[in-house]
């Protein structure tokens, strides 16, 4: 394990992508915790990899939510109805995964739900440069049924209790700290432990940030990467 700045950290990401030989656009899966910090991380390392040349697609899980009236059939509250009912895998791998794969036309759509007007999206097709990078950001992106959509793999893993408090901090003008405490540790909490415990998505990651200090952060590289296809 390596532990160092923000920018070191950014930089070994960008040296990982850019390892990446594959004749498609290079997919990359920025996965966690709600409030570990990932969607910052995606964002920053998306800044970096332009800054080096490199057109950048960024793209969220939270733009592939089923509409709302379909999201909470276990209740508002259910870790189980996190995990499985929450989002669209099928459109997330039709219209973004698979055309930027092996064997895709390359021609995508990075979006299919808006969740500030709970409203289905059709955004234009555009077609994607053979060396494009995706960097997409969201929860539970390693497991079974996404696990092989990813040229990169990271997982940015922060304690619990941590996310709780930055929760609230982020949500304090939408929620109460009791419903967003109710929220994390009902639902969110308990349906990353289903997820850990039954995807192993750590021992799927080819990069784990620890992120409980995001600037001091830690980071180790598994053995099994990269992937080319």
Partial sequence: M??????????????????????????VAVDGAPAAGKTTLADELAV?????????????????LFPRAQRYPRGEYSAVGCYHDTHDHQAL??????????????????????SATDAVLSPPVVTAPTDAVLVLDGVFLLR?????RWELR??????????????????????????????????YIPSQQL????????QHADIVVHNDEPQRPAWETRTHWPHSS
């Fill in 2 to 27: 390596v532990q160092g700045t923000r920018d070191e950290l950014l930089g070994r990401l960008a040296e990982a992508v850019g390892a990446v030989a594959v004749g498609h656009p290079t997919r």
């Fill in 48 to 64: 970096v990899l332009r800054a080096q040349g490199r057109e950048v697609i960024r793209a969220t899980i939270d733009d592939f």
């Fill in 93 to 114: 791998k039709r219209v973004l995964l698979d055309p930027l794969g092996p064997g895709g036309d390359r021609r995508f759509q990075p979006a299919v739900y808006d």
């Fill in 144 to 148: 079974p049924e996404l696990v092989d």
């Fill in 154 to 187: 990271v997982f940015v893993s922060t304690a619990f209790d941590k996310t709780v408090d930055r929760a609230v901090v982020r949500e304090r003008r939408g929620s109460t700290r009791a419903h967003v405490e109710r929220r994390w540790r009902e639902r």
């Fill in 195 to 202: 997820y850990l415990a039954t995807a192993r998505p750590i």
